[in-house]
């Protein structure tokens, strides 16, 4: 290694593409651990407990919500890319909806995102948590959200997942 000393190892440079929006191309601003560490003093706290392992989002994760509401727009986050685990399970979700041309024919297409309801409830979950952390959002307004959701998979189905995603997507996004 030579007799030069280590000072410091650089962070890596993460764009918020890879850990909250694939259309954000701005580099993630991580929030300072001691800061973190507030967060989920308060958060066990208020709820009694820390978030559970398969719930609990990364600093990455909470520093690229962060951001995204410190820049005035709206705490989305695609659930292709965000979920439990962060990148130690990271993998692009997809989903397969079958879409109907005019001659009378049909398509599959794999599309961004969580390819059912459960998978899509995880990442959800990890969401939510980040929303209670940052104080975005009130545990009710969520957890009333998360129900709609599940509502709607429930009504229509798994053949019918693909509408009802692409509406959450147009909720959460606009």
């Keep these: 290694l030579g007799s030069a000393p280590i000072d410091r190892i650089a962070e890596p440079r993460l764009k918020l593409s890879s850990i909250l929006d694939p259309w954000l191309d701005s580099e993630l601003a991580r929030l300072p651990q001691n800061e973190v560490r507030k967060l989920f003093t308060a958060y066990k706290k208020q709820r009694g407990a820390e978030p559970a392992e398969d719930v609990e989002p990364t600093i990455e994760q909470i520093s690229a919500v962060a951001q995204v509401v410190g820049a005035d727009m709206p705490p989305y986050a695609d659930f292709a890319v965000l979920g439990p685990h962060g990148r130690r399970l990271l993998q692009k ?60 998979n429930s009504t229509y189905g798994n053949g019918a997942w693909f509408l009802v995603y692409t509406a959450d997507v147009r909720m959460r996004s606009e």
């Design 93 to 152: 979700h997809t989903y397969l909806p079958r879409t109907f041309h005019p001659d009378g024919s049909w398509q599959r297409r794999e599309l961004p995102g969580p390819p059912t309801f459960e998978h899509w409830w995880a990442s959800f979950r990890v969401y939510r948590t980040i929303l209670l952390l940052l104080k975005i959002a009130p545990p009710e307004a969520i957890d009333n959200y998360g129900e709609f959701i599940r509502q709607n």
